[in-house]
């Protein structure tokens, strides 16, 4: 009889279908919301596998289960990093072979996404509270593109680089004291634009006049 009723609790969590069918099966079943807490994350994870589009509802589900708000915050922050990779690598491929954006239909078609999920990532964009991996990821590779251009400013002598790798650094910020953006030499004013221009012999020439220059003050 113990054994019958167990597998009848089972049955009734996997038909649960929306938040007011999980709050009225805790209010029958108040000792079972760790069972349910688990078949949840698993319907959730099965969702993903066999693409049936119903993560937007799962994971309401889920999170309304959980009694830790960190806890629903890292279940949201999850789903919302795999849904962006799945829809923004969509978008990107179709905008390269189609040169148009692709309609809602589009998208749920090829993700097998819900019709809710992409709405909300159209919608809220890189402002969705819930990306913060997504945040992170795009800090890391801001860094190393930073990185890159400092590289190719040191090792091209390329002054151009170096300059947008300071200004995009927040190196020079606004508490920065102002600093003249040209050279003047007696009354000639040369910019750091007209300097970018200059072919890079002269900008060598002119960095080893001013080297030596440098030198015999010392």
Request: charged letters at 30%; a neutral charge; proline letters at 1%.
């Amino acid at each position: 009889m113990k054994k019958e009723k167990s597998l009848q609790k089972l049955t009734d969590i996997e038909d649960l279908n929306s938040i007011k069918d999980v709050e009225n099966y805790l209010v029958e079943n108040p000792d079972s919301k760790k069972q349910l807490r688990k078949s949840l994350l698993n319907r959730l994870g099965e969702n993903y596998l066999d693409k049936s589009g119903k993560e937007f509802v799962l994971v309401e589900m889920l999170t309304s289960v959980l009694d830790d708000q960190n806890k629903k915050d890292e279940i949201r922050n999850i789903t919302y990093e795999y849904n962006h990779t799945l829809i923004t690598s969509f978008i990107h491929n179709y905008v390269l072979e189609n040169r148009c954006f692709p309609v809602m239909t589009h998208i749920q078609t090829e993700t097998k996404l819900s019709r809710q999920t992409i709405y909300n990532h159209l919608k809220n964009g890189i402002s969705d509270k819930r990306n913060t991996l997504v945040k992170g990821k795009n800090e890391i590779m801001a860094m190393q593109a930073l990185q890159k251009l400092y590289l190719i400013g040191i090792e091209d002598r390329n002054a151009s680089a170096l300059k947008h790798f300071i200004q995009l650094s927040g190196v020079a910020n606004s508490n920065t004291a102002n600093v003249n953006n040209y050279i003047q030499i007696n009354n000639l004013k040369i910019s750091n634009e007209d300097f970018d221009k200059l072919p890079k012999q002269d900008i060598l020439e002119i960095e080893c006049i001013v080297s030596k220059a440098l030198e015999q003050t010392k």
